[in-house]
């Protein structure tokens, strides 16, 4: 498809760039033009035949979110187990279900997610579940861009999975793409992350883990090894190719210094820390050393949504009353960890901004909304009074998956709500 | 006009109740039957005719949110001036923006906090703005539910137009009522704050305010009285009729059970709290003293949205964060503060839960959306993943206002947006 997409105004991201009025090309499912429309230089001679050429009436086109942290198929478990203590949640009420879970039915509950995503204009995530390929399945027939990470630990998954799904979803499709990763220092054995960090230097790879997340967890790897996840990992020489770290809640010097080092991407969840009462990332911390975050909703059986709006409010929100400063984290601060840093952290080197040969992963937001007026400013409407019901249109790879409400997707939503619940109920009467 | 709404699934807010699936008839505007359709007992004889039947596939039907803190007029300055500590942005941004608003402003701009109140199915809110008439004709002109409260201090309104306020507007419309209040103890004369309890007790009358928002709040009414905020106007007598606080972060536990004493509502707006760093308030410390909590979003200058989707999970949320502990602040509770402790603080005593008699009132909530998806807890749903996105109908006093995206208010929004845009061009062009 070839796709005009004029009269808007736009916010490429990229850095320092004020948001103009003008127009974006899409040629398949790259960007071909970015620009007030006259300026068209560096263009292809022949004159293109648009598919489609839309009128943004005034709207916003930006780069698509990246959730850079989620569990897609854990769809099943949302509202399933709220307002309990952590370990009575994990243990009682999560792994349970999760033991009963088939791969088809992660493929279904994976399929449910993107529909959410789509819905609050996330166009890349960075999954870790427990089947690989039937994630991808589920990503590849909906259209989505997806960056699976390994998930291996003491119970699932294996060092040799990881292996080969490096090597196999790597050369899959050009949506989707896997990363190096363990489900978390406390649940690996030494041997088992040593097998990983021999993965990280054989393919000079980042190796992304959750980290740091609660302080039982680094209480417990310090009684272990003596010293932080952080520090520890590192001394495996985990880290020695990049990558990061998701939630990095409890953080000490020394592990954000260990970050800056390596160029550790911090994915922070607030959503999922507050529900989960795990604490504060001390963003303004990363920010001053020099550490990228990006943003990640995790699951939904924890947040227990899948929405980048309620994500940056809380990134932000959250930062000003950790530091007792209203002026912490500003608002374009916190749309470059959705968009820009979101990609460098999933190694979508093409998904950052829109300029001419990048990604054709974008959204419209739907400015003539009362949440977004007066239009005082732009940014600061998106991370302040943005909501889900902003976002009017979701491209990913130059494809329309989500417009004015309505889903694109190869599959119809009510087939995918009517199929996630038999799940639910089958599993419901075998527990 | 009279409604029937059939093939819902209703959460009536009454306590204990389940939700059950039904039908809610509506006669002008007030709710004439909720139940399951047979059981019609109670009924006038009389067959009615409707002049709209509205099949609502199995979403559902619950009571409207009551928005009890917010100050409508200020959308002029939602991202005017964020990311900035509290004394700059109050003092070198807001005031001198409100210094050079008019009636007539404020008119346009209370118009356009509806048309958002109503996205977020918010069918009430509790206002406290300059210019109270201009205020009243904006609700009453577009359909809106309104209660108005003092907002008298030492350099606006007095306690003469507090008076006349108080008898004026609760004569004048269905869906307008005034209660007394004024702005807070920190910008009120001894005097004056004598003067209001004095009202109180001419009255019989419940009274609200800004209270112990911020430290420095607190610290200053000591330093002046002696005593905390709380304590303090307790001691004038203030409370002998009931009323409330606004905010209510920084509380000691001699506030708390003078609350509890004096039955006063706290009125909690996170959002608010959160992004000018002003603190977490003690809410379970509340629900153990019980002291009744109501929900307000507060201005959109300083929150900057008016959705209570965002400051429902944020009470729940900042509770488990406060509290080290993912099991405060059940969901349950957090939508009865969100609609029956809000009719409460408001005086709206038919505004609390749907059932025969009470008001037409109410909002419909798409669960046909991802994010609702399974269907295994609505009301955790509602609370930990629900979005402006799933509010399909808004009714207020039997009138349709919102229905999937489309306002049904007298004015268009655009026009509103028009007028609310030159009005900022006006005042950026002025400062």
Redesign the interface.
């Known amino acids: 498809m070839n796709i005009r997409l004029y009269n808007a105004r736009i916010l490429t991201m990229e850095e320092g760039r004020e948001i103009f009025e003008g127009e974006i090309w899409v040629q398949k499912d790259k960007i071909l033009y970015v620009g007030n429309g006259k300026n068209r230089e560096g263009l292809p001679d022949k004159h293109l035949i648009w598919d489609r050429e839309i009128d943004c009436k005034g709207n916003l086109l930006m780069p698509g979110f990246k959730d850079a942290h989620t569990h897609s198929g854990m ?6 187990a ?5 370990n009575e ?1 994990l243990n009682n009420k999560i792994f349970p279900v999760e033991a009963k879970m088939t791969a088809e039915d992660i493929y279904v509950l994976s399929k ?2 993107v ?2 995503y789509l ?1 609050s204009g996330i166009t890349a995530v960075f999954d870790m579940y427990l089947t690989p390929e039937t994630i991808a399945d589920a990503f590849d027939d909906m259209g989505m861009r997806c960056v699976q990470v390994g998930a291996v630990n003491n119970f699932s998954q294996s060092l040799e999975l990881v292996e080969e799904m490096y090597q196999k979803l790597n050369k899959r499709s050009p949506l989707q793409s896997y990363i190096l990763g363990f489900h978390a220092e406390y649940t690996c054995s030494r041997g088992l992350l040593e097998g990983l960090a021999g993965l990280a230097h054989k393919y000079k790879a980042p190796v992304f883990t959750h980290l740091s997340e609660t302080e039982g967890e680094v209480a417990g790897c310090k009684a272990r090894y003596g010293m932080t996840p952080v520090a520890f990992l590192n001394s495996l020489g985990m880290f020695d190719y990049g990558g990061g770290g998701y939630h990095c809640v409890h953080m000490t010097e020394e592990d954000i210094s260990i970050m800056k080092e390596k160029r550790l991407y911090a994915v922070t969840n607030p ?1 999922s820390n ?4 795990s ?2 990332a001390p963003v303004t911390d990363f920010q001053k050393a020099g550490v990228l975050v990006a943003i990640g909703t995790d699951g ?1 059986a924890s ?5 980048m709006f ?1 994500e940056m ?1 809380l990134v ?3 930062a ?2 950790r ?9 374009m601060e916190v749309l470059k960890m959705a968009t820009v840093n979101g990609s460098g952290a999933m190694g979508l080197k093409d998904g950052d901004v829109l300029m001419a040969g990048k990604l054709a992963d974008m959204i419209m937001i739907d400015l ?4 977004m ?6 940014p ?2 998106l991370v ?6 902003n976002v009017i249109m979701t491209m990913v790879g130059g494809n329309i998956l989500y417009e004015k ?1 309505e889903f694109y997707t190869k599959d119809r ?2 087939d ?2 009517e199929k ?2 038999n ?2 109920d089958r599993i419901r009467r075998s527990l």
């Open positions: 769809t099943l478990l949302r509202s399933y709220d307002d309990l203590p952590l949640w449910l997610a529909l959410e819905t959503g507050t529900k989960l009462a604490g504060i939904p947040n227990n949504c899948l929405d309620r409010f932000t929100g959250l000003k009353l530091e007792k400063d209203a002026g912490a984290v500003d608002a003539q909304q009362p949440n007026q007066p239009l005082n400013n732009i600061k409407n302040y009074s943005g909501s889900k019901q409400g939503p009510e995918i709500y996630a619940g799940i639910m």
